[in-house]
């Protein structure tokens, strides 16, 4: 057996800096690792299948889990002719934009890589996970990355540490398909002066956290304008900033004190029940102790 934790995101910037011909979006994105967390636990079976339960009825166990799909292609790629039991411990909701099926099969990559000796480089793993989804290749680095390209191209940069963040999911879920679907060229490049690579470099955690952007925000926002509530909401309750992550509909928040966070918290709950306060962490994926 074998149990792993695998760990929400956020985009503490995100760019489109175009489409290619195949409907891949080029983007720019500042990603980052937070201590919301999914637990994966591995078993092998006898019978050569793919077996997933999940503590959430409303996650798909079958070929549609990207679980499933990691198990099924490294199965196919490497001729493995065993079986896996996968079981997920939900925490992280899906459709938030906060990379939970993502993160889950970033954990199942790695596990596999230890429990079937494959001895697989991160660029291996990578290399399979973007084929999987696109921010597959984040999760199994983890921490503050840039992300290039369609999400493949991943630079570690300096650490961004923040201890009190909220994090609002609302009643609605977004579809990535769906939000890129209605992501139309004149939002392309909005954000090509932002500043925050400069201030992580020089670890600079406030002015990084003020400068937070999302194109997919202006996107999103036009089909549930609920997403600007909930923004006027976390900063008149005391928030430094906020802003949507990924293609949502999950929207966090940066308070400069625990004090502050905790106001916010307690004014917010009632309204929207799916609420978490978290910080950054440091790794995408992580074995249990």
Known sequence: MLKLYSYGKINLFLDIEGRLTNGYHLIKSV????DIKDEI?????????????CSDISIPVNEENTCYKAASLIKKIYAIDSGIHIYIEKNIPSEAG???????????IKGLNILWNLNLSLEEM???????????????VGGTCLAEGIGDKVTVLNNFVWDNILIIKPDFSMSTAFVYKNLTSNYYNLYKNNKMLEYISSKDYEKTA?????????????FHPEINQIKELLMNSGALSCAMTGSGSAIFAFFKDRKAMDKAYFTAKDIYPTIYRTKTVNTGVKLYD
């Open 41 to 53: 636990v591995l078993n092998p079976i006898n019978e050569n299948k793919i077996v997933i339960k």
């Open 210 to 222: 003020i400068e937070i952007s999302n194109t997919l925000e202006k996107v999103a926002e036009k």
């Open 126 to 140: 990578k290399s399979i996970g973007l084929q999987v989804g696109a921010d597959i290749p984040f999760c199994l």
């Open 31 to 34: 990603i980052q690792s937070i």
């Open 98 to 108: 906060l990379a939970g099926g993502s993160a889950n099969a970033a954990a199942l």
